[in-house]
């Protein structure tokens, strides 16, 4: 069982940068490939980043490559994203989430434990 707490989300405007984090508890979190995922409202939970146990591979959707970048920790248990030239588009509650094959995935069915979301609004 790992448990997941995201932090980090405000009001943001255009242009700025953000960084959200996710706190992981339970067990053995370096076992782990960890993801972010967003949800705007009327829209489907949609793939953002992803990271694997070690932190050697990496994987984003399209629309962040470039902006976005994700990291790991596995000392502290903490994955984070890094959010540069936010768009009002990236406007969405973000989920922290880990994937028990530890592989770098891009569905949510595929995750196994998920947080609460936290929420990031950029205004334009």
């Known amino acids: 069982q790992v448990q997941l707490v995201e932090s980090g989300g405000r009001l943001v405007r255009a242009g700025d940068s953000l960084r959200l984090s996710c706190a992981a508890s339970g067990r053995s979190f370096s076992n782990y490939a960890m993801g972010w995922f967003r949800q705007a409202p009327g829209k489907e939970r949609e793939f953002v980043a992803a990271?694997?146990?070690?932190?050697?591979?990496?994987y984003y959707r399209g629309s962040v490559k470039g902006r976005f970048t994700i990291s790991r920790d596995n000392a502290k248990n903490t994955v984070d994203l890094q959010m540069n030239s936010l768009k009002p588009e990236d406007t969405a509650v973000y989920y922290c989430?880990?994937?028990?094959?530890?592989?770098?995935?891009?569905?949510?069915?595929?995750?196994?434990?998920w947080g609460q979301g936290t929420q990031v609004t950029v205004s334009s």
């Open positions: 990271i694997s146990w070690s932190g050697g591979s990496t």
């Open positions: 989430a880990a994937d028990a094959t530890a592989t770098v995935r891009d569905r949510a069915v595929e995750y196994d434990y």
